[in-house]
Every structure is written in C-alpha cells, then in structure tokens.
C-alpha cells in the first residue's frame, strides 16, 4: 500500500523557518522523482520544489528560490522542504508527490500557515 505522510506544518511568524518531511513507503522510493506542491485558498495547486530520484538534481519556484531547499534521504524514504524566511503568501496546504513514469503519488498535506 502506498502512502506517503507530509508531517512538520504548522503556524510560524513571518520570517521564522520551518521544516517539512513526507514518509513514503509502499513503493521504490529511490527510483522516484519528488515534489513538493502547495494549494491556497482559491488557488490552484502549484509545484514548489522537485527533486530527482538520485538527489542530484532540484528545480524551485521562482517564488521560493532562495528560501525554500529541497533534499531527501533515500536510506530513510524521505522528502524534506526546508523553509526559511516565510512569507503570508507561502500560506497553503503543502502537498508531497512522488512520480515515476505513469504512477503519481500524492499525500494527504500538511497545512502551513505564516501569520503575525
């Protein structure tokens, strides 16, 4: 059974950090790209970070470059999004994908809400 759990969200201050983790099991994780997406409110779902399934390779939004790192560890079958310097606008349920020719993963979210 797939499944893949994002932990870590929460509500932080503006410019404070955080830090996601998505789980995974149920599947080859080392063979798989990686992402991170993110929906807000009446917005649609969009892709924050991607990560290749060696980790050698990594893609941002330009909205989170600089901010916002993207690794995984394939000894544990994890995913993590470092976010620092968070903004009211990073405000969304983050989402894990995992994909791999046609199979496409996803996780339940986690909500990260960036409040004063």
């Known amino acids: 059974q797939v499944q893949l759990v994002e932990s870590g969200g929460g509500l932080v201050q503006p410019g404070e950090s955080l830090r996601l983790s998505c789980a995974a099991s149920g599947f080859t994780f080392s063979g798989y790209v990686m992402s991170w997406y993110r929906q807000a409110p009446g917005k649609e779902r969009e892709l924050v970070a991607l990560i290749t399934a060696a980790g050698g390779d990594t893609n941002y939004a330009d909205s989170v470059k600089g901010r916002f790192t993207i690794s995984r560890d394939n000894a544990k079958n994890t995913v993590y999004l470092q976010m620092n310097n968070v903004k009211p606008a990073d405000t969304a349920v983050y989402y894990c994908?995992?994909?791999?020719?046609?199979?496409?993963?996803w996780g339940q979210g986690t909500q990260v809400t960036v409040s004063s």
């Open positions: 994908n995992a994909r791999r020719f046609i199979n496409n993963f």
